[in-house]
Nanobody, 122 residues
Framework: QVQLVESGGGSVQAGGSLRLSCAASGGIFRAYVMGWFRQAPGKEREFVARITRNGINTDYADSVKGRFTISRDNTKNTVALQMNSLKPEDTAVYYC???????????????WGQGTQVTVSA
């Protein structure tokens, strides 16, 4: 059983930056693909980014490509999401997730954090 705890959310003006972090415990962190998803009010949860077990390969949603960067530290059991050039449409609850075999669909992920709110004002 893997426990995930996100931190780093908050409020920022458009154009600003935030860095989300997710701490994992209870499992072998390096055995999991890690992903970030987000859910805005009234919308379905959507894929944001993922990183492979060894941290070499990453994937991003088109809407965040070039602005967000996902990274992981397997020595500290953490995964981070650096978000730059934030836009109001990035406002959502952001979730960290872990999967044995995870790509871009939320159902592929086995473990989820509680989420952290990101609010971007115009």
């Amino acid at each position: 059983q893997v426990q995930l705890v996100e931190s780093g959310g908050g409020s920022v003006q458009a154009g600003g930056s935030l860095r989300l972090s997710c701490a994992a415990s209870g499992g072998i962190f390096r055995a999991y693909v890690m992903g970030w998803f987000r859910q805005a009010p009234g919308k379905e949860r959507e894929f944001v980014a993922r990183i492979t077990r060894n941290g070499i390969n990453t994937d991003y949603a088109d809407s965040v490509k070039g602005r967000f960067t996902i990274s992981r530290d397997n020595t500290k059991n953490t995964v981070a999401l650096q978000m730059n050039s934030l836009k109001p449409e990035d406002t959502a609850v952001y979730y960290c997730a872990a999967a044995r075999l995870g790509m871009t669909i939320s159902d592929e992920y086995d473990y989820w954090g509680q989420g952290t709110q990101v609010t971007v004002s115009a």
